[in-house]
């Protein structure tokens, strides 16, 4: 069957593994200096793990694979405990793959008895959807890229109330373009603001003016690697997230222009339209250009 599966350059690949344990699903392992797929059956082509490749060489190809079999994955987590099995099954939930999600509760249920851990508690990780900011990140995988939905209350000191230049205006976490979730709550039809990675620290208003009331992805059009996934997933945005509006916040330097032209490429392909505003920046922090394009 066609599905979507992962691809490793191996040209591009060091051998560091630092996706090994960021594949939820155990479909990676380092051999011969390189990082393999050992399993298609075991790869949900979700691509938890590219982020994590400082080199790139991950992507996500559509080609001829075996099917995904859950059971498979789940046999071979259990015995990696807790953590790993929440941090599997919370990656299903946030990518909507809520058959596969099933078939893994079930399993557990149906082998509780065999568990070091109690499915409930499974249960109650797995659907635990707000985070407060100040709690202690539990689950598996990289706390970097747990989705968090933050409560503005609880980042406030007890009695002490906090400047509106002070705070924060982010919504969510995570915000870089590789490692969010584009089906995720947050995003659904809000106003997206694509972000430099300098823009906020040359804006003094980033946050007040310009991240206020908006859903944020960060990326950099130069030094990412990846653009095509940049593309894929601004598209989930637009066509099954509904985002409103996309603000594109982009540095003066020529090369920063990359970042307008991801979002470009996105609206073209995507099966809806939605108004797009490009904002350029300047190095000392001022406003030299915004218009809709």
């Not at 990326?219 to 603000?247: F, H």
Request: hydrophobic share 40%.
């Amino acid at each position: 069957m066609k599905r979507d599966i992962i691809r490793i350059d191996e040209d591009k690949c060091t051998g560091c593994g630092d996706c090994v344990p960021n594949c939820h699903e155990g479909a990676l392992q380092i051999i011969d200096g390189k990082v393999r797929m050992v399993s298609e059956l075991m790869c949900d082509g979700l691509g938890a793990c590219i982020g994590h490749c400082p080199e790139g060489a991950i992507t996500i190809e559509q080609r001829e694979a075996e099917p995904y079999d859950e059971i498979m994955v789940m046999q071979e987590m259990v015995g990696k405990g807790f953590n790993t099995v929440v941090a599997h099954l919370r990656h299903l939930r946030e990518h909507n793959e809520t058959v596969f999600l099933k078939l893994g509760m079930g399993f557990l249920i149906q082998h509780e008895a065999e568990l070091s851990f109690y499915v409930q508690d499974v249960k109650d990780a797995v659907h635990q959807v707000v985070v407060a900011a100040t709690n202690t990140q539990s689950g598996g995988g990289c706390p970097g890229s747990q989705t968090i939905v933050f409560d503005p209350s609880s980042m406030r000191p007890v009695g002490q109330e906090i400047t509106v230049s002070a705070s924060s205006a982010l919504r969510q976490w995570p915000v870089q373009l590789h490692l969010i979730n584009p089906t995720a709550a947050y995003f659904q039809g809000s106003d997206l603001l694509v972000a430099a990675d300098c823009s906020a620290f040359s804006l003094g208003d980033f946050h007040s003016n310009w991240l206020k009331n908006r859903s944020l992805v960060i990326a950099c059009p130069k030094l990412d690697q990846g653009k095509e996934i940049y593309v894929q997933k601004l598209i989930n945005l637009i066509d099954t997230s509904r985002v409103n509006t996309i603000t594109v916040l982009m540095m003066e330097v020529p090369c920063c222009g990359g970042l307008l032209q991801l979002v470009q490429m996105a609206v073209q392909r995507s099966s809806r339209k939605v108004p797009v505003k490009a904002v350029t920046v300047s190095i000392k922090g001022g406003i030299l250009d915004e218009q809709w394009v």
